[in-house]
């Protein structure tokens, strides 16, 4: 049974680089693509990017030019930054893995605010 | 992109009672790339459907999912208390986006 531990700042000003973490367990990164993906209220769910075991990534379109997703295979883990935020990327941010057709598993979600 | 709509936004029903939720495409989709979702109140997101009809591990029988092409539905049989939550449907993208998710029924109780 995999399982997805994350973390990171809940609390970011205007501009700042928004970091998070996500610990894998029960799992190897072969196989899925290891995604984020997050939740607000005006924009619903809404999937920022992916990484495979091979480091290979995949970015929304619209967040392409602020976002980093990069995996650590000796920690087991991978993580997300992204950069200049704005009150718009106040959300709750989800790990979660994925495979064709489905994302079958998924972190307890890490809500992020930024506010001056 | 393929937007996914679903409907009704909000079903209000009693426990025992059927619900249908139905999400439908703005283009014919892979069928076997159509997903169903169910999230309670702070929790994430649990995958309930995947191929539009195959239920996750674990997943009750109460739960089913059917359709093709546009149009797809996902029934609730015989609702129990826990199954009032909010409900998506998913698209996955070989290319671009790759996830896309439908704004989300709520079934609350009535």
């Known amino acids: 049974q995999v399982q997805l531990h994350q973390w990171g700042a809940g609390l970011l000003k205007p501009s700042e680089t928004l970091s998070l973490t996500c610990a894998v367990n029960?799992?190897?990164?072969?196989?899925?693509?290891w995604s984020w993906i997050r939740q607000s209220p005006g924009k619903g769910l809404e999937w920022l990017g992916e990484i495979n075991h091979g480091g290979y990534t995949k970015y929304n379109p619209s967040l392409k030019s602020r976002v980093i997703i990069s995996l650590d295979t000796t920690k087991n883990q991978f993580s997300l930054k992204l950069s200049s935020v704005t009150a718009a990327d106040t959300a709750v941010y989800f790990c979660?893995?994925?495979?064709?057709?489905?994302?079958?598993?998924w972190g307890l979600g890490t809500l992020v605010t930024v506010s001056s | 992109d393929i937007v996914l709509t679903q409907s009704p936004g909000t079903l209000s029903l009693s426990p025992g009672e059927r619900a249908t939720l139905s999400c439908r495409a703005s283009q014919s989709v892979t069928t076997s790339y159509l997903a169903w979702y169910q999230q309670r109140p702070g929790q994430a997101p649990r995958l309930l459907i995947y191929g539009a009809s195959s239920r996750a591990t674990g997943i009750p029988d109460r739960f089913s999912g059917s359709g093709s092409g546009t149009d797809f539905t996902l029934t609730i049989n015989k609702l129990e208390p826990e199954d009032f939550a909010v409900y998506y449907c998913?698209?996955?993208?070989?290319?671009?986006?790759?996830?896309?998710f439908g704004q989300g029924t709520k079934v609350e109780i009535k």
């Open positions: 979660a893995r994925a495979e064709v057709g489905m994302i079958d598993s």
């Open positions: 998913q698209l996955y993208g070989p290319s671009f986006p790759r996830w896309t």
């Open positions: 029960g799992a190897s990164f072969s196989g899925y693509y």
